[in-house]
T-cell receptor, first 116, second 113 residues
Framework: EAGVAQSPRYKIIEKRQSVAFWCNPISGHATLYWYQQILGQGPKLLIQFQNNGVVDDSQLPKDRFSAERLKGVDSTLKIQPAKLEDSAVYLC??????????????FGEGSRLTVL | DAKTTQPTSMDCAEGRAANLPCNHSTISGNEYVYWYRQIHSQGPQYIIHGLKNNETNEMASLIITEDRKSSTLILPHATLRDTAVYYCIVRVDNAGNNRKLIWGLGTSLAVNP
């Protein structure tokens, strides 16, 4: 079974530039999550989709971050303009339902962003 | 804010049991405890979860105290590949059946040969 796919794995940009990350969840998974993980910390939820609708985006910095899941499958997370403090690993996860009936989220390997 | 506290780091000898404690003294009656682990440069991996009863699967055992204020994850025979950061997480159920995992800082477990 294919896992959660993310790209790119690594990205280096200068501050004020823009960047986009792509995620393809496990087939059939209705719920998709984007997390931000700063070095040495646990993941922080940025946004949660159920199919193509947003369930929770309370911690998404909406002045610079945006995310979409237009057809209820793939998703993109964009940062524009980037700041130094956005340097982190951006993790995409999916589950069969809201936080999964068993609570099991399947994570991708993440996209590591470095902002200079 | 995280609802769990864990030791920052622990060591374990290969082949021995690893017992990872977690404190969740403010947990509510319907909130589950989950454990994930994250091996270096990989995404987190689900291990186990529970509400009140002890749970066991092919990866680990979860022991939850009767008052539910703490729990222990047990890896019965730790191997070098179990070296990872282990996160104890409380699942919060919000309005509209929205469930959210609240992550803390985790315990960095080093399994030594």
């Amino acid at each position: 079974e294919a896992g959660v796919a993310q790209s790119p794995r690594y990205k280096i940009i200068e501050k004020r530039q823009s960047v986009a990350f792509w995620c393809n969840p496990i087939s059939g998974h209705a719920t998709l999550y984007w997390y931000q993980q700063i070095l040495g910390q646990g993941p922080k939820l940025l946004i949660q989709f159920q199919n193509n609708g947003v369930v929770d985006d309370s911690q998404l910095p909406k002045d610079r971050f945006s995310a979409e899941r237009l057809k209820g499958v793939d998703s993109t997370l964009k940062i524009q303009p980037a700041k130094l403090e956005d340097s982190a690993v951006y993790l995409c996860a999916s589950s069969l339902a809201l936080a999964g009936r068993t609570g099991e989220l399947f994570f991708g390997e993440g996209s590591r962003l470095t902002v200079l | 804010d995280a609802k769990t506290t864990q030791p920052t780091s622990m060591d374990c000898a290969e082949g021995r049991a690893a017992n990872l404690p977690c404190n969740h003294s403010t947990i509510s009656g319907n909130e589950y405890v989950y454990w994930y682990r994250q091996i270096h440069s990989q995404g987190p991996q689900y291990i186990i979860h529970g509400l009140k009863n002890n749970e066991t699967n092919e990866m680990a055992s979860l022991i939850i105290t009767e008052d539910r204020k703490s729990s222990t994850l047990i890896l019965p025979h730790a191997t070098l590949r179990d070296t990872a950061v282990y996160y104890c997480i409380v699942r919060v159920d919000n309005a509209g059946n929205n469930r959210k995992l609240i992550w803390g800082l985790g315990t960095s477990l080093a399994v030594n040969p």
